[in-house]
């Protein structure tokens, strides 16, 4: 088969992650199209919104040059930041809820802005919007996804995957999500990776180094699983393991019109909001 990238199956860490929780809401999230609009969808939260917040302003950094990064203060940008998700738009159902989770941004760039450690350093940029390779030609795949940062090591001209985590919890140690930007890196740039580490902002000073993982046996996995995600495709079979779990019963409720639409998206999806009593408390963060 010629490569088709318009016709190829595209898999992302984010897509293997929702078809291995469940294959139901893979498809809801990144399958699904509303009827009327023809606009994929998605649901925002308060946690999400933070995350999203505090990625924009941390990743846009690394256009700049080293010395004009940190010239505005990042309190500043998260301001420019914060109105694309203020109110509703963000899952913010009062002033108090946001200004809590507004609180939590400013304190983790604050700690970012005291201690930049590998922000103040050169960093590599992939020049594509999107990185992807062929993860399977006969297979028509393709492994795509953003790496939130590729900081330039000069002595070993190498480069070191940075990923940013909001979040209270800690990546799993069974996580794909590593070894598949370290094949996307591999691939899509030129020089070698030889460090990968996870960033928890909300409580550290520096970025934590993780193990490499062998790239044979990532790429052999990942693409097990690719595979599995075109067959599931082909055959239009999407079943929830547990007959409705949390991840598929969520966009079940903004398909069947229980969530509100509060805008759309960079990507152009149609971005819902389930009102504050249909979360159930996995849903909630304590702050």
Known sequence: MAKDKFTAVWVSHSSINDFLNCPRAYFL???????????????????MALGQAVHEVIEGLSVLSVERRLERPL????????????????????????????????KMLKGVEKNPGPLTNLAVKINQE????????PDNLILC???????????????????????RGEEKTNSLQLP???????????RPVIKLSYWYIDRDSRPREQKLPDIKQAEA?????????????????????????????????????????????????EVYVLQPDKHDEKSSEIL
């Open 75 to 106: 309190l500043e940008r998260l301001e420019d930041t914060w109105k694309k998700i203020t109110g509703r738009r963000g899952g913010f159902f009062n002033p108090e809820t946001e200004g809590r989770y507004k609180d939590r941004a400013r």
């Open 145 to 167: 996804g953003k790496i939130d940062w590729l900081e330039y090591l000069k002595d070993k001209d190498a480069a070191h995957i940075i990923d940013f985590k909001t979040g």
């Open 29 to 47: 999230k990144n399958l699904y199209k509303n009827p009327k609009t023809g606009r994929k969808i998605t649901l925002i939260n308060p946690a």
């Open 221 to 269: 996995k990942i693409l097990k699983i690719a595979k599995e995600m075109k067959l599931a495709r082909q055959l239009n079979r999407f079943k929830c393991p547990n007959e409705g779990c949390r991840e598929c019963r969520e966009m079940e409720q903004a398909v069947s019109g229980q969530a509100e639409l509060v805008g759309h998206d960079a990507m152009g999806r």
């Open 130 to 137: 999107l990185p992807y390779y062929w993860l399977s030609e």
């Open 180 to 190: 598949i930007y370290y094949l996307l890196a591999s691939h899509a740039q030129k």
